[in-house]
Every structure is written in C-alpha cells, then in structure tokens.
C-alpha cells in the first residue's frame, strides 16, 4: 500500500507570514504531485503540481519537490484568512493515475 | 477550470436503501473517478472509468458498487443496500488523460447520509 503522509495540523500562522506544508510519500516511482485545497465541507480544489525537483512557483505559492528524499512542500507566502483550509497532498498511482490523498494539513491563517 | 456537476448535492437515506449519484462532466474528459471521504478522514479512492468500462477499483468498491455511463454523458455511482457506514461525501472527478502531468478536477460532491 503506496502511503502519502502528512502532519494534521492544525498549523497556525500570523496573517502576512508564510506557511509551509509537508509532505512525504512512499513510491520512489512517482512522478507528479499535486497540492489541493480543501475548505470545510468542500471539494478539493487544485493549487499546484509539481513533477521536477526544485522549485515551482505561481503566485504567493510555491511548491518544492526533492525526489531523492520523497519529500514534497507547499510554501504560502503573505498568507491570508482566506488561506485557512486543509491542504491535500495527492500522489497518482498506478497506470489509471489513481490519486492517493495524505489526511492533509489544516492551516488556520490568524489575523 | 473545467466545470463539472454532481447531483444530488446532499442525499438522505434509509439503510438498506439504494442511492445513485451522478456526475455531469465536460464532454471531452475521458477518464473518471469516484472517490469517497468519511467526514473527519482522507479522500479515499474507488474506482476510475474510461470508455464505458472500469478501469481500476479500489477494495472499498466491492460488489454493493456500481458505475456506469447510461446515455454518453452522466455518469453515475449506485450505491445498492446502504450501510451506516456508506454515509459520506462523493466526489467525482474527471481528467483529459493518463499521462502523469493530467490534472484530476473534482466535482462539488454528493453528502450523503444514511441512517
């Protein structure tokens, strides 16, 4: 069983400041990783993927892969209240692209 | 983002019941999903289709689990006999390919309660 894991949370951050979101997966052959938003009660809504090492960014977000360590993180600059969601960590699998979740990491964005 | 519908938006039942959920996607993804999460837990894949057949399922998606695609565009999710344990949120969602970069784009999801 391919595992993707994530701290709970919830993580606390000042607004303006900047939040950082981890995540470990356990298929060294993976090759893409996407970050998806969750609000309460809500679908998951695409932020970022990421499929090279290094980092990626759009926006006040920037993502960061380092294949060797199976390691992949979200980075949310000058973050905002209406940051304050779970964030999903998503690796596909399998020849279907099947996505395995992690429990995703709830932000809490304090003013 | 490519939009995508599920209907009913929160659905109640009696156990034992069935349920069927549906999803409108766009007309040019082939490949579609089910996934599931049980209020306070991770999104839990179930099973994907592609040209009227499933592709994949998951263990969760045993013989009380079915998919199909009845008139080339919905594509629906029935739930026979529910359980207790069935009550979650459904999401369906769609993709352009299998290639590793294809983005899964999720509906809004179905609520569904069983008591």
């Known amino acids: 069983q391919k595992e993707v894991e994530q701290n709970s949370g919830p993580l606390s951050v000042p607004e303006g400041a900047i939040a950082s979101l981890n995540c470990t997966y356990s298929?060294?052959?993976?090759?893409?990783f996407f970050w998806y938003r969750q609000y309460s009660g809500k679908s998951p809504e695409l932020i970022m993927s990421?499929?090279?090492?290094g980092d990626k960014e759009d926006g006040r977000f920037t993502a960061q892969l380092n294949k060797a360590s199976q390691y992949v993180s979200l980075l949310i600059r000058d973050s905002q209240p209406s940051d304050s969601a779970t964030y999903l960590c998503?690796?596909?699998?399998?020849?279907?692209?099947?996505?395995?979740f992690g429990t995703g990491t709830q932000l809490k964005v304090e003013l | 983002e490519p939009e995508v519908t599920q209907t009913p938006s929160h659905q109640v039942t009696q156990m034992g019941q069935e349920v069927i959920l549906r999803c409108v996607p766009i007309?040019?993804?082939?490949?579609f999903y089910w996934y599931r999460q049980i209020l306070g837990q991770k999104v839990e894949f179930l099973v994907s289709f592609y040209n009227n057949e499933i592709s994949e399922k998951s263990e969760i998606f045993d013989d009380q689990f079915s998919v199909e695609r009845p008139d080339g565009s919905n594509f629906t999710l029935k739930i026979r006999s529910t359980k207790l344990e069935d009550s979650a949120m459904y999401f369906c969602?769609?993709?352009?390919?299998?290639?590793?970069?294809?983005?899964?784009?999720f509906g809004p999801g179905t609520r569904l309660t069983v008591l």
């Open positions: 007309s040019n993804h082939l490949y």
């Open positions: 969602a769609r993709s352009p390919g299998l290639a590793y970069t294809d983005t899964q784009y």
């Open positions: 298929d060294r052959v993976s090759q893409s």
């Open positions: 990421i499929y090279s090492n």
């Open positions: 998503a690796v596909p699998q399998g020849g279907g692209n099947k996505l395995t």
